[in-house]
Nanobody, 126 residues
């Protein structure tokens, strides 16, 4: 059974940085699509970034481009999200997600993903 466990959330001031981690277990394939999503209270869950673990292709939401970087360590089965220049609008619960690789996938759509973590809270104060 695939399990995803996020960590690294916290409270920072605007302009600060955080790095989120997502440890994956129960994986059986050599490549997956993994992504980060976030959700603020009363707001629909939105994509932040995604990547295929078997390639260097990565995808970013417009709000994340230039500030956030998604990366992974395949040996550790861990996905990361480096977040810089954080702003109050970045506040929310951040979720890690994983999907088996299939044709025609849309990496920045939540419906693409098969498994989700419990989330880690990020709070950015002004």
């Amino acid at each position: 059974q695939v399990q995803l466990v996020e960590s690294g959330g916290g409270s920072v001031q605007a302009g600060g940085s955080l790095t989120l981690s997502c440890a994956a277990s129960g994986l059986t394939d050599s490549s997956y699509l993994m992504g980060w999503f976030r959700q603020a209270p009363g707001v629909e869950r939105e994509a932040v970034a995604a990547m295929y673990t078997g390639s260097t292709n990565s995808y970013y939401a417009a709000s994340a481009k230039g500030r956030f970087t998604i990366s992974r360590n395949n040996e550790k089965n861990t996905l990361y999200l480096q977040m810089n220049s954080l702003q109050p609008e970045d506040t929310g619960m951040y979720y890690c997600a994983l999907a088996e690789v299939r044709g025609g996938q849309r990496p920045l759509y939540a419906t693409t993903y098969d498994f989700w973590g419990q989330g880690t809270q990020v709070t950015v104060s002004s």
